[in-house]
C-alpha cells in the first residue's frame, strides 16, 4: 500500500484537486436524498410550506394561535407579524423563520391538534376533564352516544366542526377546540396550570417523536391558515416542487460534470505512475550488469514492465475515484442519517458489521492466491518466451506434443488459481446485494411502524433509505479496493524490488578521463568469479592489447574466452587485479567515457528493428553516409546490401529476422566499425562467415584498424592465423602466449586445437620433420 501511494507522490497536486471535487460530487450526492425528502414531504404532504409560521393569517386565526403562548412567545409572535386590513403578515427573513421553528413549535402544533380534534379524541378529552369534577354524573359510555352538539349544547358552549378524510380516506369529523378553549380561559374554568400541562404533554411528545413529524404538523397550520387569508396554496405548492426539482436536477449535472473531471483526472495520474514506473524499470534494466540479468530473467523482467505495472495503473485510476470517496460519502452519509431523527442507527451499524465479516472471510481466502498468482504469470511468460523463440528447433525435434504439455500445464496451474479466486469472489457481489436489500426491508419495516405511530415521516424513510445505501456503498467501495490492493500490492512489491536492485557496476563519484586516446588494453593478473560461484573462472589473467596490433584468443568450449571480453566493457566487474585502458583503471573511468572506446560485437549477432542505416549508425548517429558505406564494404555487406530495392533504407525486423545469420553478424561488424572506437572486441564474430568471406574481411578490417586495439575471439584457427598475439585458455588460465607460429612450437594445447581443424601440411608441420 505504501509503495502505490510513494508513486503516486508526484502527482500530489492533481491528487488534491481531485479531492476537492470529490468533495463537491459527495456534497451534490448527499444533496439529493435530502431534496427528495423535502419533496415528498414539504412539497407533497405540506404543500410546499416550509415554516410554521403563515405568510398571512385572518385576524380570528391569529388571536386563536396565541392561545398556548407564554408571554415571551407572544412578544416574539406578534414582533414578526404586521396588520393589514383584516389580515396579519408575516415579515420575518428566512433566518428568523427558521429559528421561531423551533421556538414556536409546542405552542402552534398544540393549536393546530386542538383546531383539527378528531370526534374520538375530542370525546376522549371531555371525558378525562369530566372524571377531575367530582360532581360530574355523565359517564364516559354515555358520552360516546352523545353527537357533538349535544355535548356542545350540555356545556353550554358554541363548538365548530368540519367533515374530512383521515389517512385511510374514511371521512371522519373534526372538532375545532380553539374557541372552547378560549371560552374555558376566559371564564377562569382552565388555569394556567391546565395550560401548562397541555403544554408538557405537547413538548413530551416533541421529545418522543421528533421535532420534524411535529413540523410537518406546524407546516399544515400555515398552510391552512394562508389558504383562510385567501392566498394559493396550489399555486406556492406547484413553485416549490419545481423549484425543488430543479434544484435536484442542476446537483445532478454537477455531480455528472464532477464524476467525469475526476474520471479523466484519476486517469491522467494513473497513466503517469504507469508510466513513470515503466521509465524507472526501463532505466534501471538498462543500466544492470550481466549479474542483475541473471538474478532476473527476461521473462519476468517483461512482466513486471508490463502485467505488473498494467495492475499499479488501474489500481491507482481506481483508488483515485473509490477509495478517497469512500470515505468522504461514508462519513457524509452518517451525519444526515443523525440530522434525519429517525433513531434507527443500529440498522446500519448491524449491516456495516455483516458486511466487514464477510469482506475478511473472502479476503483471508483469496489474499494467499494474489500473491501465487503473480508468480505464475512469470512461469507462463517464461514458457510462452522459451517456445516462441525456440520454435524452430522444437518443429526440428518433433517436439511440439511436448511443449504444448508443458504450456499447458503452466496454463492450467495459473488459471486454476484465477478460477479459485474469481470463485470466491463470486459471493461477495451476491452477499453484498443480498445485505442491501436486506437493510432495505428492515428500514421500511420498523419505519412503517414509526410512521404509523406518527414518529416519523414518509420522506425522511426514504431519505435514511437513500443515505443508508449511500453508507453501505462506501463500505462496499471500500471492500472492493481490498480485493484489488493486495494484488496490487504483490505487483508494487515485484516493481520495487527491480527498482530497488542496484547494478553491481558502480560509477565511482570522482571520475578519472584518458587524456591520451590510443586503445591499449591492459589485464593486470585479473581474476573473475560469478556471484554466488564457488571457483574462480578466470584466474591470473595478464597481457596487454596494443594499438595496431590483433590479440587473439583462442581455447575450447568454456574456457572463458567471452567472459574475458565482457570484463573490458564493465558487463562484469573484476573480482582481483584490474584491467586499464591507456593506462586508466576501468573502474575509474565513467561507463559513457569506457564504453565510448570500444567497438564491441557479441557472440550473437544482434539487429534492432529500423532500417540498415539505422543499425549500421547505431554506436555513432552522426557517422556520414561515406562513413557507414565505408563500413558496410569493410564488412563485406555491400554486396546483400545493394541487391535491396531500398538500399540502405531496407527495413530490419525486430531481431533481424528478415536477414540470415551471416548477414546479421556482417552487419553487426558493420556497426562496430562505423563507430571508428580505439578498441575493437569481436566475440566470435567470425563464424557465421564462409571461409573466403571470412579472409576478405580481415584483410578489409587491417587497414582500418591500423591504429586501434584488435580483440578476438575464435574458435577457427585460420581466423587468427595472422594475429599479433594469441592468447591461449585452458580452465581459465592462460596457458599459452603468442604468434602462432610460437605457439605451434611450445604451446601443447594450441597444437591440440590446431591439428584438429588444419592438416598437418596446412601447419606446415611436414617440412619441419623433413628439414629436421
Not at 407533497?44 to 393569517?57: A, R, S, V, Y
Not at 416549490?240 to 495520474?269: C, D, F, H, N
Request: with cysteine.
Amino acid at each position: 500500500m505504501r509503495k502505490i501511494f510513494k508513486n503516486m507522490l508526484p502527482y500530489w497536486h492533481i491528487i488534491v484537486v481531485i479531492f476537492l471535487l470529490l468533495g463537491v460530487q459527495a456534497y451534490c450526492d448527499l444533496s439529493l436524498p435530502q431534496y427528495t425528502s423535502d419533496i415528498i414531504d414539504v412539497g407533497i404532504q405540506n404543500k410546499g410550506i416550509k415554516h410554521i409560521l403563515p405568510e398571512k393569517m385572518p385576524e380570528e386565526e391569529y388571536q386563536l394561535a396565541e392561545l398556548f403562548m407564554t408571554d415571551g412567545e407572544k412578544d416574539t409572535f406578534e414582533a414578526v407579524y404586521e396588520k393589514k386590513d383584516d389580515t396579519y403578515v408575516c415579515t420575518a427573513d428566512k433566518e428568523t423563520l427558521e429559528t421561531l421553528d423551533d421556538e414556536l413549535l409546542t405552542p402552534i402544533v398544540l393549536t393546530y391538534r386542538m383546531a383539527n380534534m378528531s370526534e374520538t379524541d375530542f370525546k376522549n378529552t371531555i371525558a378525562e376533564a369530566l372524571e377531575q369534577n367530582p360532581q360530574n354524573q355523565i359517564t364516559k359510555e354515555s358520552l360516546d352516544e352523545m353527537s357533538i352538539e349535544e355535548i356542545g349544547q350540555m356545556m353550554q358552549m358554541e363548538l365548530t366542526t368540519y367533515e374530512a378524510e383521515n389517512d385511510d380516506g374514511e371521512m371522519v369529523t373534526y372538532v375545532d377546540m380553539r374557541p372552547m378553549m378560549k371560552q374555558l380561559i376566559a371564564s377562569g374554568a382552565m388555569t394556567q396550570d391546565g395550560i401548562a400541562q397541555s403544554r408538557e404533554y405537547m413538548e413530551n411528545m416533541i421529545d418522543s417523536v421528533g421535532s420534524s413529524t411535529l413540523h410537518a404538523m406546524g407546516t399544515a397550520y400555515a398552510a391552512s391558515c394562508d389558504e383562510k387569508a385567501g392566498l394559493d396554496v396550489e399555486h406556492i405548492q406547484k413553485n416549490y416542487l419545481w423549484s425543488e426539482g430543479g434544484k435536484m436536477a442542476a446537483m445532478s449535472l454537477l455531480m455528472l460534470a464532477v464524476a467525469v473531471v475526476v474520471g479523466y483526472l484519476a486517469s491522467r495520474v494513473g497513466a503517469g505512475v504507469g508510466r513513470d514506473l515503466r521509465e524507472k524499470i526501463f532505466g534501471k534494466v538498462v543500466g544492470f550488469s550481466n549479474t542483475e540479468m541473471d538474478k532476473f530473467s527476461t521473462a519476468s523482467l517483461i512482466t513486471r514492465s508490463t502485467n505488473d505495472i498494467q495492475q499499479i495503473q488501474f489500481v491507482t485510476a481506481i483508488m483515485l475515484r473509490m477509495l478517497l470517496y469512500a470515505p468522504i460519502i461514508g462519513i457524509g452519509g452518517i451525519y444526515k442519517v443523525l440530522k434525519t431523527g429517525a433513531h434507527m442507527e443500529w440498522i446500519i451499524v448491524m449491516a456495516v458489521l455483516v458486511i466487514s465479516g464477510l469482506v475478511m472471510v473472502l479476503m483471508s481466502i483469496t489474499l494467499p492466491k494474489f500473491k501465487i498468482m503473480q508468480k505464475l504469470v512469470d512461469a507462463l511468460n517464461l514458457v510462452s518466451r522459451e517456445i516462441l523463440t525456440g520454435l524452430s528447433v522444437i518443429r526440428a525435434f518433433g517436439r511440439e506434443k511436448k511443449e504444448e504439455e508443458r504450456f499447458d500445464e503452466a496454463n492450467r496451474n495459473l488459471t486454476r488459481t484465477q478460477l479459485f479466486t474469481n470463485r470466491v469472489m463470486t459471493f461477495m457481489m451476491p452477499g453484498m446485494m443480498f445485505i442491501m436489500y436486506g437493510v432495505t426491508i428492515l428500514i421500511v419495516w420498523v419505519s412503517a411502524h414509526r410512521i404509523d405511530a406518527g414518529q416519523i415521516q414518509v420522506g425522511a424513510m426514504t431519505a435514511f433509505i437513500t443515505y443508508t445505501m449511500q453508507i453501505v456503498m462506501a463500505f462496499l467501495m471500500l471492500t472492493m479496493m481490498s480485493i484489488m490492493l493486495p494484488r496490487a500490492g504483490v505487483a508494487a512489491d515485484r516493481i520495487d524490488e527491480v527498482i530497488t536492485t542496484n547494478s553491481s557496476i558502480i560509477e565511482k563519484a570522482e571520475k578519472e578521463t584518458i587524456e591520451k586516446h590510443t586503445g591499449k588494453v591492459e589485464f593486470h593478473h585479473v581474476n573473475f568469479r560469478y556471484p554466488g560461484a564457488d571457483e574462480d573462472v578466470l584466474e591470473d589473467i595478464d597481457f596487454t592489447a596494443e594499438p595496431g596490433k590483433t590479440t587473439a584468443i583462442i581455447g575450447s568450449t568454456g574456457c572463458g574466452k567471452s567472459t574475458l571480453v565482457n570484463l573490458i566493457p564493465r558487463f562484469y566487474d573484476v573480482t582481483a587485479g584490474k584491467i586499464t585502458l591507456d593506462g586508466v583503471d576501468i573502474r575509474n573511468l565513467s561507463l559513457a567515457e569506457l564504453r565510448d572506446e570500444i567497438g564491441f560485437v557479441p557472440q550473437k549477432g544482434i539487429l534492432f528493428s529500423g532500417t540498415i542505416a539505422s543499425n549500421l549508425k547505431f554506436g555513432r548517429p552522426e557517422a556520414t553516409e561515406a562513413e557507414m558505406t565505408e563500413a558496410a564494404e569493410i564488412a563485406q555487406a555491400t554486396e546483400f546490401i545493394n541487391e535491396k530495392p531500398e538500399k540502405y533504407d531496407s527495413g530490419i525486423a525486430q531481431g533481424g529476422t528478415n536477414v540470415s545469420g551471416g548477414q546479421k553478424q556482417r552487419l553487426s561488424i558493420a556497426r562496430a566499425i562505423a563507430k571508428n572506437p580505439n578498441v575493437y572486441i569481436f566475440d566470435d564474430s567470425f563464424s557465421a562467415l564462409d571461409m573466403k568471406t571470412d579472409a576478405a574481411l580481415r584483410k578489409a578490417l587491417e587497414s582500418k584498424t591500423k591504429e586501434s586495439s584488435v580483440i578476438i575471439v575464435a574458435q577457427r584457427i585460420s581466423t587468427i592465423l595472422h594475429a599479433d598475439q594469441i592468447l591461449v585458455l585452458d580452465e581459465g588460465k592462460i596457458v599459452g602466449k603468442g604468434t602462432h607460429e610460437e605457439l605451434l612450437r611450445d604451446c601443447e594445447v594450441y597444437q591440440q586445437i590446431a591439428q584438429s581443424q588444419l592438416s598437418a601440411k596446412e601447419l606446415g608441420l611436414e617440412e619441419g620433420k623433413e628439414e629436421k
